[in-house]
């Protein structure tokens, strides 16, 4: 089987620690989930995920991550399915007033 292709959807409040970029290609194995996803652009962008994960692996509470539209934790959370040619969201929470 042949890795499928997914974008990487960042606001511009992440994109300095991935390069710059708000979108991002990913080849993944069929089956990948998020979790696997997360793990590729943790070894492109060791900052990024910094950004997006805990010291244990898990998405920070103040970050959003969508699979074509459905935010994952309503989903299997970082066992989410991703299929080919899915757009994963970044939206970080925003507080104030």
Do not use: K
Not at 3 to 25: E, K, N, Q, Y
Not at 74 to 97: K, M, Q, R
């Amino acid at each position: 089987m042949t890795d499928m292709s997914v974008t990487v959807l960042l606001p511009g409040v992440l994109r300095a620690d991935a390069g710059g970029s708000g979108h991002l290609s990913l080849e993944l194995p069929p089956g990948a989930t998020l979790r696997v996803a997360l793990d590729q652009l943790a070894a492109r962008h060791p900052r990024l995920d910094r950004r997006l994960r805990d010291d244990q692996g898990a998405l920070r509470r103040y970050v959003n991550l969508y699979v074509d539209g459905a935010e994952c934790r309503g989903l299997a959370g970082l066992d989410t399915p991703v299929p080919a040619g899915a757009e994963l969201h970044v939206i970080p929470s925003v507080a104030g007033g």
